[in-house]
């Protein structure tokens, strides 16, 4: 089953903050985080297992609530460079990665 | 870096059509995997593999095979393309140790 995230679509002005969830109605193993710019492959950005970890990239960072089979991704002070469609991707036992609709971003000058 | 190569960009294809999509991943990885992705549906799993021979169904499974007779290389097979098969189809490799996907560039199917 695929993870549900919010929101579907965010527009944001340079330095501006934004945060994006998603969530799964299933026990978690891995919650994993791309970016996909417009007529390219989606892009790994970082992992995080349970056991309630944070990870950071550059200026973008992202938790992992296992109790509630929650993550949410970061986008601190945003660049021009951070559009493009966010997809996470919720890992079970089976490890198999399952990707929610995605949520784009929009970051203008 | 891993590179993950898709043999062909764009496709089409007519109903009924026998199709194969191929894919090559030049680091060994053992874990390869088959998506397809639609507007407002993201990416959908369709068959992955640990290892050669080995496939497991994904979420759809419906309508497509998969062949993997050499660890670098996975193929997707489309029975008899359908009109409702036409998509961004995505292959993908995982690092070893729990790491990130490396996805190719996609092949872009149109069966008509």
């Known amino acids: 089953q695929q993870p549900v995230q919010s929101p579907q679509a965010v527009i944001l002005r340079e330095g501006e903050d934004a945060v994006i969830n998603c969530s799964s109605s299933?026990?978690?193993?891995?919650v994993h985080w791309y970016r996909q710019k417009h007529g390219e492959a989606p892009v790994f950005l970082m992992i995080?297992?349970?056991?309630?970890e944070q990870k950071g990239h550059e200026k973008i960072s992202a938790s992992f609530n296992e109790k509630k089979q929650q993550s949410s991704l970061y986008l601190t002070a945003s660049q021009l460079s951070y559009s493009g469609t966010y997809f996470c991707?919720?890992?079970?036992?089976?490890?198999?990665?399952?990707f929610g609709a995605g949520t784009t971003v929009t970051v203008r000058a | 870096d891993v590179k993950v190569t898709q043999s062909s960009r764009y496709l089409v294809k007519r109903t009924g059509e026998k199709v194969f999509l191929e894919c090559v991943q030049d680091?060994?990885?053992?874990?390869m995997f088959w998506y397809r992705q639609d507007p407002g549906l993201g990416l959908r799993l369709i068959y992955f593999?640990?290892?050669?021979?080995?496939?497991e169904k994904g979420d759809i499974p419906e309508g497509y095979s998969v062949s993997r007779e050499k660890k670098e290389r996975f193929s997707l097979i489309l029975e008899s393309a359908s009109t409702n098969q036409t998509s961004m189809y995505l292959c993908?490799?995982?690092?070893?140790?729990?790491?990130?996907?490396?996805f190719g560039s996609g092949t872009r199917l149109t069966v008509v």
């Open positions: 995080l297992l349970k056991g309630g």
């Open positions: 991707g919720t890992e079970t036992n089976d490890y198999k990665l399952s």
């Open positions: 299933k026990a978690l193993y891995s």
């Open positions: 593999s640990y290892d050669v021979k080995m496939k």
């Open positions: 680091m060994d990885h053992e874990n």
């Open positions: 993908a490799s995982r690092t070893p140790g729990l790491g990130g996907y490396t």
